[in-house]
């Protein structure tokens, strides 16, 4: 049996194109960790092949369980439409992929991610497994936090406090408060992605029921508002950790993303007033990949405002790891 029909499609499975958020915090990890006399590169990347397969798996967990969800409210698998301007788990509603290979799928993505935890367990010390227990708690918990308001929280306490500080401490056996005090404004640069991606998602949950932080805010003027909130609360962790001599002060390349985080406000205020805007890709915004068959399918004021509020998250935690080994 082939379990993955091709590394397209795979990537479309798990959604892998977020990965960059991983690898970004994955760096951040780095900067810190390579100080210390217990690290090793064969470790790291042990672990970076642990925190992208966790998160691989959690994409595709959360797929997996929204359609069971839905085929346990008496929806036949055939019937099944999720309301988003990106197609969600269409492959496993077209059957490419069927439930059997799914369950396969997970178990790798899962099974080795615990395998090389409990060799960091032995290496590091048993509290890594309570990191790990932390994790798989809120993954299992995300097909279900959006009842609770609380998704977005979820997603930006697994990539920021807790992957930085659980991989810090999987590669030194330690623990570092200026690097705890960074992976906040980690946490802050991943709810900006998660944010934008709800905004826009705005009238999709509203209809489906969702309750999101954007929702949460009653109006799209109030979310804009936080939209801009939590960039300034990103960019204000570091100036604070500087001035307190926390962070080295080249923490301060995070201020080269001003032009994405520029550029997403802007976008987005044309998204809730105007929404007749053109999308023009400019190189200094990040990456824009499979443009040319993203306007071919009209989803361009989607994905334009997608990939900046992901580039802003990827770049933001680039520079920070960037400026600490300076």
């Not at 406000?265 to 044309?270: A, F, G, L, T, V």
């Amino acid at each position: 049996m082939v379990y993955c029909k091709n590394i397209r499609s795979f990537i479309e499975l798990t959604r892998a194109y977020s990965l960059g958020v991983t690898f970004a915090s994955c760096f951040v990890i780095l900067a810190f960790a390579q100080y210390s006399e217990r690290f090793s590169v064969l470790n790291f990347l042990l672990l970076v092949v642990a925190l992208c397969f966790i998160h691989l798996g959690a994409n595709l967990f959360d797929d997996y369980m929204d359609v069971k969800l839905k085929l346990r409210s008496g929806f036949n698998l055939d019937n099944i439409k999720f309301n988003s301007f990106v197609p969600k788990a269409r492959l496993i509603l077209n059957k490419t992929y069927s439930f059997k290979v799914i369950n396969f799928i997970l178990a790798i993505l899962f099974v080795i991610p615990l395998l090389i935890g409990v060799y960091f367990a032995f290496f590091a010390g048993w509290q890594v497994l309570i990191f790990a227990l932390f994790g798989a708690v809120l993954t299992l918990l995300y097909p279900f936090s959006s009842r609770f308001y609380c998704a977005e929280m979820i997603i930006g306490l697994i990539f920021g406090p807790l992957m930085i500080i659980g991989g810090y401490f999987a590669l030194t056996g330690g623990f570092n408060w200026n690097l705890f005090l960074l992976s906040w404004a980690v946490f802050f640069s991943t709810m900006v992605l998660l944010h934008t991606h709800s905004l826009m998602d705005w009238e999709f949950d509203l209809s489906d029921g969702k309750k999101t932080f954007c929702l949460l805010l009653k109006n799209k003027v109030n979310a804009m508002r936080a939209l801009k909130g939590i960039i300034f609360a990103a960019y204000f962790v570091v100036i604070f950790g500087v001035l307190s001599s926390n962070l080295n002060p080249h923490t301060l390349y995070v201020f080269l993303t001003l032009p994405i985080a520029t550029k997403l406000q802007e976008s987005m205020n044309d998204y809730i007033n105007i929404k007749d805007v053109k999308f023009e890709p400019r190189w200094y915004y990040g990456f824009f990949e499979n443009w040319k068959e993203i306007t071919e399918k009209n989803i361009a004021f989607f994905m334009y405002r997608f990939y900046l509020a992901r580039n802003f998250s990827i770049f933001f935690a680039l520079f920070a790891a960037i400026g600490t080994v300076d």
